[in-house]
């Protein structure tokens, strides 16, 4: 049984509320590690080492979770970053579907049935501004204004040299950058992906390197239940001990 099972199976018996933004995000952050890795040993069961783009993507997504988490963690108030960070992707989201809408209205006469309408969105809108749970996302909701969350690369930028995990979340953003070419595609990285030879490079070695984020960003997530309920983390594999080096150098 993994990490993220072991201590999966005991959240579920706290039957928490997770209408909370606070439960919701930090165990949806579990599950998606965990999914993400179950994933991996699909992935390499078919033992196709020089085919990488899925692997490269998949780690991304471990790593990005990894950087945003211990961000969060490190803030005074980590639960005001986790509504900063919600209401960051509402903004977006609704940004996205507007500009879908503006799409439909001046190219195709408002008609297309996959597109919103500047009336539809309107509609969503107000049920945003009405809604109860989503009162504490916005920073001026006259004007339907959101509260905001640093990007990824300010994250880094800003970093003070007192951080935990400081030499980690440098390293992380290199890899988050060089990986982030694979998410779309393009003749550079499918030439960089033909030079990989994970069998006599460092690609595995990295790979396992993003795996001990992986832990981390778990494990910062159970503090969370650590903290606001009678939740002790269980360790069976002694994973705490096996990642305490951890650190690239």
């Known amino acids: 049984m993994t990490f993220a099972d072991e201590n999966l199976k005991k959240i579920e018996k706290l039957e928490i509320d997770l209408n909370d933004e ?3 995000f930090f165990l949806g952050m579990i599950i998606r590690q965990h ?3 179950n994933d991996f040993s699909i992935l390499f069961e078919t033992d196709r080492s020089r085919e990488l783009t899925s692997k490269y993507i998949l780690y ?3 790593i990005d979770d990894f950087i945003q988490i211990v961000f969060i963690s490190n803030e005074e108030d980590k639960y005001e970053m986790v509504t900063k960070l919600n209401a960051d992707a509402l903004n977006k989201n609704f940004k996205k579907l507007m500009d879908l809408a503006q799409l439909n209205e001046e190219k195709l006469n408002g008609d297309y049935p996959f597109y919103p309408t500047y009336d539809q969105m309107e509609e969503v809108k107000q049920k945003m501004i009405d809604s109860p749970k989503r009162q504490h996302h916005f920073s001026d909701k006259d004007n339907f204004k959101f509260k ?3 990007a990824t690369g300010n994250i880094i930028r800003e970093l003070k040299d007192e951080e935990e995990h400081l030499h980690q979340l440098r390293r992380a953003y290199f890899i988050w950058r060089k990986y982030s070419d694979y998410v779309h595609y393009s003749n550079l990285t499918f ?3 033909q030079t990989v030879d994970p069998d006599k490079d460092s690609t595995y ?3 396992a390197e993003i795996i001990s984020y992986s832990y981390f960003t778990i494990l910062k997530c159970l503090n969370h239940f650590e903290e606001n309920y009678e939740f002790e983390i269980t360790d069976s594999n002694n994973l705490a001990e096996y990642y305490k080096n951890s650190v690239h150098r």
């Open 205 to 207: 070695t990295e790979f």
């Open 35 to 37: 999914t993400i890795n």
């Open 148 to 150: 905001t969350y640093k």
């Open 191 to 193: 030439e960089e992906e």
């Open 22 to 24: 606070y439960n919701s």
């Open 60 to 62: 991304r997504c471990l």
